[in-house]
């Protein structure tokens, strides 16, 4: 069945770094842009970064823009996201998600996250 | 940057209620507003596409609609296993989530 498993989440000191890894499995990981969103113990979602389908583009929350990189490897249907510069306030529970333009451009329809994995928990703190 | 205001933050209402919750944008987004549902430890699941297209497998009693600048969402009879919290989502400018509802039973 279609599935997103994350993984690589852990305690990391802050200023440090940490690699979150999504793999996918049931879909051609190739055709879809992915996503990153967190949330924060108690929070709501916030979405962090996402990569097109063939990694030609990406694009980043401001909150991390600088010190987080999303790429992919199409070949081993996996995400990934490179964190540097860890703080406190990334602490989150992040989830991957597939980018979903209700089976249309991506260039002219809404978009939405249509399949989710179950997260990978991140924490910051000395 | 494009601000999404959702209300109420919490409710409480009973099985078989009608339960509407609203997401106001602060400039016109069209329809690139999708719903979601999240129970306790787990991930969000998407309800409402495009405003108003019901995502495969989604009851029918989940429906979405709007009017400009507002969109909403609405339980025409709520489920206990509707009792979970409820985000919007916009995508019309980047990609941000509403502050959250959390539906609770009464």
């Known amino acids: 069945q279609v599935q997103l498993v994350e993984s690589g989440g852990g305690v990391v000191q802050p200023g440090r770094s940490l690699r979150l890894s999504c793999a996918a499995s049931?879909?051609?990981?190739?055709?879809?842009?992915m996503h990153w969103v967190r949330q924060a113990p108690g929070k709501g979602l916030e979405w962090v970064a996402l990569?097109?389908?063939?990694?030609?583009?990406?694009d980043y929350a401001d909150s991390v823009k600088g010190r987080f990189t999303i790429s992919r490897d199409n070949s081993k249907s996996t995400l990934y996201l490179q964190m540097n510069s860890l703080r406190a306030e990334d602490t989150a529970l992040y989830y991957c998600?597939?980018?979903?333009?209700?089976?249309?451009?991506?260039?002219?329809?809404?978009?939405?996250?249509?399949?989710w994995g179950q997260g990978t928990m991140v924490t910051v703190s000395s | 940057d494009i601000q999404i205001t959702q209300s109420p933050s919490s409710l409480s209402a009973s099985v078989g209620d009608r339960v509407t919750i609203t997401c106001r944008a602060s400039?016109?987004?069209?329809?690139?507003l999708s719903w979601y549902q999240q129970k306790p430890g787990k991930a969000p699941k998407l309800l409402i596409y495009a405003a108003s297209s019901l995502q495969s497998g989604v009851p029918s009693r989940f429906s979405g609609s709007s009017s400009g600048t507002d969109f909403t969402l609405t339980i025409s009879t709520l489920q206990p296993e509707d009792f979970a919290t409820y985000y919007c989502q916009q995508s019309y400018s980047t990609w941000a989530f509403g502050q959250g509802t959390k539906v609770e039973i009464k």
């Open positions: 990569i097109w389908y063939d990694g030609s583009n990406r």
């Open positions: 400039q016109t987004i069209n329809r690139y």
């Open positions: 049931g879909f051609s990981f190739r055709n879809y842009g």
């Open positions: 998600a597939r980018r979903y333009c209700g089976g249309g451009s991506c260039y002219s329809n809404p978009e939405a996250f249509d399949i």
